[in-house]
């Protein structure tokens, strides 16, 4: 929500085919996307949607489906216990 209030349109974006991150992106009211089996073809649709190069754009993942859109944004960002190729 503190991005949205500073003009940054956060996603949530799974490879899973999860309800639950539905309900909590509509309880957020940020933008959902659930099963995404190519995440960086994801990110790129909502660079052109948006208007922005992918350098504009901030990505945190965790895991193996996470690393190609972690080396093609501007900030990749991953947590501590993430899987050893991220970090």
Known sequence: KLLQQHGIHPVLITARNSQSALKRGADLGIDTQIAVGDKLASVQALCAQHGI?????????????????????????APANAHPWIA
């Open 53 to 77: 190069g992918l350098e504009q754009v901030a990505f945190m993942g965790d895991d193996l489906p996470d690393l190609a859109p972690l080396g093609a944004v501007g900030l990749a960002v």
